[in-house]
């Protein structure tokens, strides 16, 4: 009877081990270690909580700034792409239920236009006063500078000589007749050139110019910036209005192509005796009914640091916004120069009017 109980109790023994054994090799969560590096990050970046973004930028770039965010500060960020324009309208229809956090887009009008339609609020951070100069920022700080880019003239090199070159106003005189090469009336970069015109130049004035480009165009607009490099080289047309960014693309593209017609084109910076090279601000509003503020402020300030900057000019060659940010050499051999003394926010009061004038001449 003595063998019976001891054999009995040391089978229930047994049978509690392997109970307990099962469930610690079950599917069911085991208590989170201290010691698992991999279960700190997993719970820092469930508290650290998110940042929701509407965007009209499409580069390859910012997705990587992003997670090099998210894996510096554990928040996620979330991103819903679109046009500018159906952004805001999507913010508005969305109100205070909206998800949005931050407002990211390419052109100060659009940001002018979302701080006029009452959808941000003002950014308040000292990180950002000091990385960001003044004339980077809304005047309110409904919105901060992330980068700019210039609009210039490329040339052909084996054509035009840059002392052939001058200013914006002179690609509409006669010596340019059948030359011009420009992308279409719809493009948010050329408004934004016509509106800076008309601050600086008047309705009358602008307009005239505008007649001016019509006439010496040397084809009907079509295509993106690259495209109006690309007719150069195809003999089509001696110059043309671009950005700098394009430039710098083409000239680092895994095309060879595009690397190749690049090298057959160069950029001359408009007005440096006059009034300046007109430049266009990407930047960042701050959502009016953002749920994640803080961490929505962060992010900007990450964006604008000397490092993210730094990426940002290497990758997609674009002025950084923060003067101790390292620009690559793409970007050093186009030379320091003279930019437009323009509020940003010109270029929204003067769009409607922009596209009125290019319509009137018949800018297509």
Not at 76 to 100: D, F, H, Q, S, Y
Not at 115 to 120: A, E, P, S, T, W
Not at 212 to 234: C, F, H, L, S, Y
Request: hydrophobic residues 35%; negative net charge.
């Amino acid at each position: 009877m003595k063998n019976y109980k001891f054999l009995s109790s040391l089978l229930s023994a047994v049978m509690a081990i392997g109970i307990l054994g099962g469930c610690a090799s079950s599917g069911q969560p085991e208590t989170t270690s201290p010691q698992n590096p991999t279960d700190k990050k997993s719970e820092a970046a469930e508290s650290a909580g998110e940042v929701n973004i509407y965007t009209a930028r499409h580069y390859e770039v910012d997705e990587v700034l992003y997670d090099k965010f998210t894996e510096k500060t554990g928040i996620k960020v979330n991103v819903v792409k679109g046009k500018a324009e159906e952004l805001i309208e999507r913010m508005k229809r969305e109100g205070e239920k909206t998800p949005a956090d931050l407002f990211i887009t390419v052109d100060g009008g659009v940001l002018y236009n979302a701080k006029q339609n009452g959808l941000l609020q003002p950014v308040e951070s000292d990180v950002l006063n000091q990385q960001v100069p003044e004339q980077f920022r809304d005047v309110d700080n409904h919105w901060i500078g992330l980068s700019t880019r210039a609009r210039v003239i490329a040339y052909a090199k084996d054509r035009i000589k840059p002392e052939q070159l001058s200013t914006y106003e002179d690609l509409a005189s006669d010596q340019w007749k059948g030359k011009v090469l420009v992308r279409s009336s719809s493009s948010l970069y050329n408004q934004s050139l016509v509106a800076s015109l008309i601050e600086l130049n008047g309705e009358q004035q602008t307009q005239e110019w505008a007649q001016g480009i019509v006439n010496n165009m040397a084809r009907e607009p079509e295509g993106g910036d690259r495209d109006q490099a690309k007719a150069i080289v195809a003999g089509l047309g001696d110059v043309a209005i671009m950005n700098t960014y394009y430039y710098g693309l083409m000239l680092n593209s895994k095309d060879p192509e595009e690397v190749k017609v690049a090298e057959q084109v160069a950029l001359f910076f408009p007005n440096q005796e006059t009034t300046g090279t007109h430049l266009n601000i990407s930047g960042a509003g701050l959502s009016k009914y953002s749920k994640n503020k803080e961490n929505a402020i962060k992010l900007i300030e990450y964006l604008t640091a000397p490092e993210a900057q730094a990426i940002t000019a290497s990758e997609n060659f674009e002025f950084p916004v923060n003067p101790e940010a390292e620009k690559p050499e793409v970007i050093k051999s186009w030379g320091e120069f003279k930019a437009q003394d323009l509020d940003f926010a010109k270029l929204g009061d003067h769009n409607k009017t922009a596209t009125e004038i290019m319509n009137k001449v018949g800018w297509k």
